[in-house]
Every structure is written in structure tokens, then in C-alpha cells.
């Protein structure tokens, strides 16, 4: 198996690999590591490509994902940018699997500067300006998996195609049965164990990085597939915003780990050999969707 220092030197053979240094030997616990990053390793949202969804218990924080779905990023901005979601709902929450929203019957809206479908966006096409940093294990459903940027990725060398995956926390465009029907009205966030099976065939979008846990305690629906059966059961959006439209004295100023740093490369090391006085048999191995991503307030 290679270390992640030769992964790099194959994987630059084939496209633009992120240059990190190669798994350290520290015997750090992710405690000690998280206390002694440097500030030139955390790095700013992108208040454009970032979304504020406003709930009645608080503001849950999305990191859009151009570089895999540019289409359905600025559709959904131009959806929030013209009130689309202000008054739509939580209408679903389903056990294990996601929570989703939309406009309901009860409070229909016109869709004015955007598209309410879009062709899907499930893959891409593997380009050398197009960041990578790979995991050192094997994975179930992809050749290779790694990080691109804050988004968990997957890739197959041989197609030349990559995609964002499955992982708890990232956001996808609902769609109906035709791969072409969705756009970014409708929209979920995985909440349990990482569909994997659902990556290739939704549009993935981003990933919630601040607000989760105002997500995964609302009530589970009754209703086939966790559909609330009563408008009462659902939770009101108050509202959905680019943070680049957002005053910046309300803004929430996070940053989060880079990917392409040391390190993140000594988190995942730490993670896969976890040396904490708890751990008896540490793993010697990780999956995709349990390394840490992490993020902080921006010092002030």
C-alpha cells in the first residue's frame, strides 16, 4: 500500500496532486494536533459561495461546491437571491438517511430569475487545476477517494471522471425520477450512516459546516419515506441567504482546516492510528466519510 508522499508522486502522473507532506511518525493525539495548527493553515469561507439558512433554533451554514456543480451553485444562489426560500419548510426527515426542504403546496412560489431544473451535474471531468489530496485506504465504491478542497471526493483514473460523495452533512438538489428534474428547489443534507449508494446519481452541491445539530435533533416524519403528513409538523425557513448579501457585522466568520496542509495530512494519520489512552486496537486504516473536516471560528 502506498504512503500518502507516493500517492502523490503516482497521482501527479495522471493530474494536479496536492503537495502534503507524507504521513508524520508523531505519536500527537488529534487533541494535541488541533491545539498546534498554524494560522496559515485554516482558511476563510467564500461569503459568495456560502449559504445561511435561517431556522427558529439558528442559522445552519453551507459551503457551496462550484468546482463539481457550477450550474446548480448558481441556480440555488439565484433561488436565495430572489427570496426563493424565505417562508419554505423542513418538509421531511427521514431516520438514518436525510433531512430535506421546499416550498410546500400551502405557500407556493414563482420562480423569477432562476431555473427550476437543471441538467444533472452527478460527475466530472478530472482536470489538473482541479485539487486532490487521496486517502491512503481502499474504498467500496471508488478506485480512489480523498479531498478536494472542503468537499469529499471520489475518482476513477481509467474514466478520467470525479465526484463529490455521500458523506454525513453534504447537501444535494432533490430530483424526481428523470435524471434531469431536479435544479435546486428541492434540496436534503445526509443526517446518518453515508449513503454511498446514492453518490453518481444526485447532484451534489455542498456541505453544512456550521448548524448540523439544529438539523438532526427536528422530529422524524410518519409519513412514508419521514414526510411530515401536517403543515404543523414542519419547520419554517425563515430565511436562506448568500453571506456576501449579509451585512458583515451578522455574518459568521468561520475558517476551515486545508485540506492540502500538513496539517490535515497528521489529523488523518492520527485518526487511522489513534494513539489516545482509550483507543486498545487502533483501526491502521480510514473510510472517506470519517475523516475529520474540520472548522473554527476566525480568530478575531
Known amino acids: ?8 508522486v503516482f497521482m501527479l502522473l495522471l493530474t494536479a496532486c496536492a503537495s502534503v507532506a507524507p504521513p508524520p511518525t508523531t505519536t500527537r493525539t488529534i487533541a494535541q494536533i488541533m491545539e498546534t495548527i498554524p494560522a496559515s493553515d485554516w482558511a476563510p469561507l467564500d461569503p459568495e459561495m456560502t449559504l445561511y439558512m435561517e431556522l427558529p433554533a439558528g442559522r445552519v451554514i453551507i459551503a457551496l461546491a462550484p468546482a463539481y456543480a457550477p450550474n446548480h451553485v448558481a441556480n440555488i444562489r439565484a ?5 426563493y426560500f424565505d417562508g419554505a419548510a423542513i418538509v421531511r426527515v427521514q431516520e438514518n ?8 403546496a400551502e405557500s407556493p412560489r414563482e420562480i423569477r430569475t432562476a431555473r427550476a431544473t437543471l441538467p444533472a451535474e452527478f460527475d466530472r471531468a478530472i482536470t489538473p487545476d482541479l485539487p486532490f489530496v487521496r486517502l491512503p485506504d481502499r474504498d467500496t465504491y471508488a478506485d480512489e477517494v480523498g479531498f478536494s478542497g472542503d468537499f469529499p471526493m471520489a475518482r476513477d483514473p481509467r474514466t478520467r471522471r ?3 460523495t455521500h458523506c454525513y452533512g453534504m447537501v ?4 424526481d425520477v428523470g435524471a434531469d428534474t431536479g435544479g ?33 435533533v427536528l422530529p422524524r416524519g410518519t409519513g412514508d419515506l419521514g414526510f411530515y403528513l401536517t403543515p404543523g409538523e414542519r419547520t419554517p425557513i425563515r430565511a436562506m441567504r448568500v453571506a456576501a448579501d449579509v451585512p458583515p457585522a451578522e455574518r459568521t466568520n468561520l475558517q476551515t482546516l486545508r485540506t492540502d496542509s500538513a496539517s490535515f495530512a497528521e489529523l488523518i494519520a492520527a485518526r487511522r492510528n489513534r494513539r489516545d489512552e482509550w ?22
Not at 172 to 175: F, K, S
Open 162 to 164: 470525479t465526484w463529490l
Open 79 to 83: 433561488l436565495a437571491r430572489e427570496g
Open 184 to 216: 435546486g428547489t428541492e434540496l436534503y443534507v445526509n443526517i446518518g450512516q453515508s449513503p454511498r449508494n446514492l453518490d453518481l446519481n444526485v447532484t451534489l452541491v455542498g456541505r453544512v459546516v456550521q448548524g448540523m445539530e439544529l438539523i438532526t
Open 279 to 300: 483507543y486498545l486496537h487502533p483501526a491502521g486504516a480510514i473510510g472517506l466519510c470519517n475523516a475529520p473536516l474540520p472548522v473554527r471560528a476566525a480568530p478575531r
Open 97 to 104: 438517511y436525510v433531512a430535506q426542504w421546499s416550498r410546500t
Open 172 to 175: 444535494g438538489a432533490g430530483r
Open 1 to 8: 500500500m502506498r504512503n500518502l508522499a507516493q500517492t502523490c
